[in-house]
T-cell receptor
Framework: DSGVTQTPKHLITATGQRVTLRCSPR?????VYWYQQSLDQGLQFLIQ???????AKGNILERFSAQQFPDLHSELNLSSLELGDSALYFC?????????????FGPGTRLTVL | AQSVTQLGSHVSVSEGALVLLRCNYS??????LFWYVQYPNQGLQLLLK??????LVKGINGFEAEFKKSETSFHLTKPSAHMSDAAEYFC????????????FGTGTRLTIIP
């Protein structure tokens, strides 16, 4: 158990819909990262927040957005969903923002878009 | 920009045999390198990381990796495979300049033959 929690574990929805994925970082961690894992794209970094502010952006679509709240939990919002958005979405957290910090991964949310 | 290449999407070894999973990196700045393991239906767990200290890095579960700058490699090894090592292994890189983005390889699925 990494200490990072993600809800829900599974999500099934239809094309065009909007969903929200939630992540609670390990106690004391200030950075939260979101990753997408799919069969065709592999593991891709989406976005990172540090202490409430966006710090780095990766291959995140404009239909996707995220935020980190004052209690440090984070939400990833996916809208106008397409079949290709079906994937495993991971949240990770680390103490700081430096690249040597270990990122601890949550168990993931499996999103299925029908 | 940094990247990692994992040679061999599938590797099979007999129980008790040497495990060798290959990772080569490309980075314009000195990199930090990581190996993560993903068991079925679980998140990623850090095995070990190289952050420019000792070139031979020991991790959990008997794994180790050696950073070889001349070969731009960071191969993962374990002297004696156990059935419990069956999983998917990911090599990842981030630049040491403070950018915390992790770039993952495509993964190697390790199968242990009884």
């Amino acid at each position: 158990d990494s200490g990072v929690t993600q809800t829900p574990k599974h999500l099934i929805t239809a094309t065009g819909q909007r969903v929200t994925l939630r992540c609670s970082p390990r106690s004391g961690d200030l950075s939260v990262y979101w990753y997408q894992q799919s069969l065709d794209q592999g593991l891709q970094f989406l976005i990172q927040y540090y202490n409430g502010e966006e710090r780095a952006k990766g291959n995140i679509l404009e239909r996707f957005s995220a935020q980190q709240f004052p209690d440090l939990h984070s939400e990833l919002n996916l809208s106008s969903l397409e079949l290709g958005d079906s994937a495993l979405y991971f949240c990770a957290s680390s103490q700081d923002w430096t690249s040597s910090d270990t990122q601890y991964f949550g168990p993931g949310t499996r999103l299925t878009v029908l | 920009a940094q990247s990692v290449t994992q040679l061999g999407s599938h590797v099979s070894v007999s129980e008790g045999a040497l495990v060798l999973l290959r990772c080569n990196y490309s980075s314009s700045v000195p990199p930090y390198l990581f190996w993560y393991v993903q068991y079925p239906n679980q998140g990623l767990q850090l095995l070990l990381k190289y952050t420019s200290a000792a070139t031979l890095v020991k991790g959990i579960n008997g794994f180790e990796a050696e950073f070889k700058k001349s070969e731009t490699s960071f191969h993962l090894t374990k002297p004696s495979a156990h059935m419990s090592d069956a999983a998917e292994y990911f090599c990842a890189v981030s630049p040491s300049g403070g950018n915390e983005k992790l770039t993952f390889g495509t993964g190697t699925r390790l199968t242990i033959i009884p």
